[in-house]
């Protein structure tokens, strides 16, 4: 098998470009890297974010009895979300890699769905508000993922699925230590 490349011609308009002002992103003067924390102090930070997933009765049901078709729903889902908060750098390109010292994840079970709060803690130059929201996300989609053969109905789609009110709870950062 052989594989050709032929190169596509493009205006000259085009050709100056970068994918993000094609697409009609303001690029700033200093949107051309990531921000230098270099200079910084290390200091503790902690952060705490929670979003929820509505459910059908069902999925609600089996989340408590834990007999969810796909096995353990909170417990894939905390993985997730762990994971997550683990790798948030690699899929949020202005994020800075920084050590993880502490992430905690919880369930609650609400009326209408589930509740999933990440906490994310470190000693670093920069807030963990990104990771906890990752979490938080990963955690949910997880859920969504693992209850699909209870949430979809006859036509293959999701009507009482919904991920909604991810956001920062509180976000905590010491004074230096000098």
Not at 78 to 92: D, F, G, M, N, P
Not at 97 to 106: H, R
Not at 163 to 177: A, E, M, W
Request: proline letters at 6%; glycine letters at 8%; hydrophobic letters at 35%.
């Amino acid at each position: 098998m052989f594989w050709y490349f032929i190169p596509m011609l493009l205006p000259e308009s085009l050709n100056s470009m970068n994918h993000l002002a094609m697409h009609g992103e303001a690029l700033g003067e200093n949107s051309n890297g990531i921000v230098d924390i270099g200079s910084k102090p290390l200091v503790e930070r902690e952060a705490i974010a929670t979003g929820t997933i509505s459910l059908s009765p069902k999925s609600i049901e089996s989340i408590q009895n834990n007999n969810s078709p796909k096995g353990d729903v909170r417990g894939a889902s905390t993985i997730a979300a762990i994971q997550a908060v683990k790798e948030t750098s690699r899929t949020l390109p202005h994020c800075h890699p920084l050590p993880i010292e502490g992430c905690s994840v919880d369930w609650e079970i609400e009326d209408t769905g589930l509740r999933c709060t990440v906490s994310v803690r470190t000693h670093w130059r920069t807030g963990v508000e990104m990771e906890a929201l990752c979490g938080v996300s990963a955690g949910l989609l997880c859920a969504w993922d693992m209850l699909k053969p209870i949430e979809k109905d006859n036509n293959g789609q999701y009507p009482e699925v919904e991920i909604s009110n991810i956001r920062v709870l509180r976000k905590k950062k010491s004074d230096p230590q000098v």
